[in-house]
């Protein structure tokens, strides 16, 4: 991944860690007192206030590996890296709240397969359900293991000793906590992280001379580097593709249409909890630059072009600005990211598991006591393909790319099933599984021939749009009954 | 239309995503209150969720007329 020497760990870093991964140990297992039923288990009972879901929707969007790549974006594109967290999210963030999440918190699903159950059957719940899992088991291994060589690096800790640390840690407090514990605990790593990026940034900012001399560095030295877009031609982030991949298919089909990441907001204790939950996301991912892109402003300042891989850009800070106690409390950062994104992903997807692959195939006939017991055993188990999965990472070069061509592959249709699906009652449940399978072979093929990862989001979603008005013509819709708070013509009052 | 999208400024990419920020705006405030206020606990003010996207969306639009 990267070539850097590791470095020489001061006995105060190893006690903030040490002390991290006891402490959220202990403060995500005490909920497991609040677990009595599948609800508790798997929406908290329904029970979150609007700033902890907030919290935890960024914990869980912020991994560890954005750590490394967003800071060496950043030290070699500058601030355009930060589009990801604006114009590549906020919008589509701002849409979430005050479109889809009333629905979902209103139709009192449990999963983003359970709302497309409910909107067109269970042949789509079932198959939007394998798909999103398959895809979540594999990424749980990923950030393992991305993790555990961040960990060796720099710590000099052994691959294995880091992956199982880390997993045995999150998997105690989810596997005994629930949605409960993961959104708590996100809500103190989310602390941490910010906490520990404005330090950095100031500790930075003084050793450059002040904040005056870092913006006149950048401005005299790297001027490009303050442009929040790149020229049309750019080989790896054009603009018009950063608008219109990142910014109108896939930052939606993210914000809009993610099993972890919207999981929480279904556990709002009401409907505004929910929406206000997304929009304070929003206001904080406003600031998520300060965690990811400023270190690698920084090592640019500060090292100018020394530094031969872009990847090396965090690490040189942490070795060359960080004092003893800052650096332990960034490992922390590191580890709870890490923590955050892997408690999330297991949480929401032994819920598809449970409900929308093993409940659909046994006809919604398992009682709430089977689905907790079932609900704890596939959290467990998830961890455990994670673990196995680790290792096997290390075989493919640049494997988190190559997660994230797949995940382009079935964001553009389950996308379109979502958003036309909430929008207009006339789409039919035949022309939705005709256009989920469809459009997953359309993405597929455009991967095949090796299109652009921005332009098979945006193919299939347009194919999938398509395909559902054009069957919709010829098949029976479901009746109104049926779709009472489920599209947005047939809101009706719940009080 | 490649050569189009090549020659434009970079002042474009920052007009579009001012305009992307806009519309989101006025997504927000053509939802009736009532649907934005339901399920919250009183009535006050700050729980309208059109300001906080108004707040949200004039940073962003400093944000990017800045950069």
Not at chain 1, 134 to 140: E, H, L, Q, R, S
Not at chain 1, 154 to 168: C, D, E, K, M, R
Not at chain 1, 366 to 393: C, E, N, V, Y
Not at chain 1, 483 to 489: A, I, P
């Amino acid at each position: 991944m990267w070539e850097f020497a590791p470095t020489s760990v001061h006995w105060l870093d190893i006690v903030l860690i040490i002390s991290y991964l006891a402490g959220i140990t202990i403060f995500g297992y005490y909920y497991k007192s609040h677990v009595k039923t599948a609800k508790d288990y798997f929406l908290a009972n329904r029970s979150l206030p609007w700033w902890v879901i907030g919290l935890s929707i960024i914990g869980t969007n912020i991994g560890s590996n954005d750590y490394i790549g967003a800071s060496g974006n950043a030290y070699s594109i500058g601030i355009a890296q930060a589009n990801f967290e604006w114009i590549g999210a906020i919008p589509a963030m701002i849409l979430s709240a005050l479109v889809f999440i009333p629905f979902f918190w209103r139709a009192g699903v449990y999963s983003i397969p359970e709302y497309l159950g409910l909107r067109y059957n269970n042949a789509v719940r079932f198959i939007a359900a394998c798909v999103m899992s398959m895809f979540a088991v594999v990424i749980v291994g990923v950030f393992l293991w991305a993790t555990a060589i961040m960990l060796q690096t720099y710590l000099g800790w052994p691959i294995w000793f880091s992956i199982l640390v880390t997993a045995t840690v999150v998997g105690f407090y989810t596997i005994s906590g629930g949605l409960g514990a993961v959104a708590i605990t996100d809500t103190v790593q989310t602390f941490i992280m910010f906490f520990t990026a404005i330090i950095v940034a100031y500790i930075g900012i003084q050793k450059i001379g002040g904040f005056d001399m870092f913006i006149k560095t950048l401005e005299n030295n790297y001027p490009d580097h303050l442009h929040a877009f790149l020229p049309a031609n750019h080989p790896t982030f054009p603009w018009p593709g950063v608008i219109l991949g990142l910014g109108i298919v896939l930052s939606p089909a993210y914000w809009c249409a993610n099993q972890a990441i919207l999981q929480r907001t279904f556990a709002a204790r009401t409907e505004w909890d929910g929406k206000a939950s997304m929009m304070f996301a929003a206001c904080l991912k406003t600031f998520v630059p300060f965690l990811i892109v400023m270190p690698g402003l920084l090592a640019l300042t500060l090292a100018g072009k020394s530094i031969t891989h872009q990847d090396q850009a965090l690490p040189w800070v942490i070795k060359h600005i960080l004092p003893a106690g800052i650096s332990g409390l960034m490992f922390v950062a590191f580890i709870a990211a890490l923590q955050s994104s892997i408690d999330s992903t297991m949480n929401s997807t032994s819920v598809m598991i449970v409900r929308d692959i093993i409940g659909v195939v046994k006809k919604n006939s398992l009682s709430d006591a089977t689905q907790l017991r079932l609900g704890k055993l596939f959290t467990f188990l998830i961890l455990i393909i994670g673990i196995a999965f680790a290792p096997i990472t290390a075989y493919f070069q640049g494997i988190y790319v190559y997660v994230q061509y797949a995940l382009s592959l079935f964001q553009g249709p389950i996308f379109a099933l979502m958003i036309f699906g909430i929008l207009d009652k006339r789409i039919t449940p035949h022309a939705g599984i005709f256009s989920l399978i469809s459009g997953l072979a359309v993405a597929a093929v455009l991967g095949w021939l090796q299109f652009n990862m921005l332009y098979i989001a945006f193919l299939s979603f347009v194919y999938s749009a398509i395909v559902l008005y054009i069957v919709s013509q010829f098949t029976k819709r479901k009746p109104d009954a049926e779709l009472k708070n489920v599209v947005y013509s047939n809101v009706v009052e719940i009080d | 239309m490649a050569e189009i999208l090549y020659s434009l400024p970079l002042w474009n990419a920052k007009i579009v995503a001012m305009i992307i920020f806009a519309c989101m705006l006025v997504v927000a405030w053509l939802l009736p209150y009532d649907f934005i206020i339901k399920g919250a606990p009183d009535r006050k003010r700050w729980r309208d969720l059109r300001l906080w996207a108004t707040l949200l969306t004039i940073v962003q639009l400093v944000i990017y007329y800045i950069f």
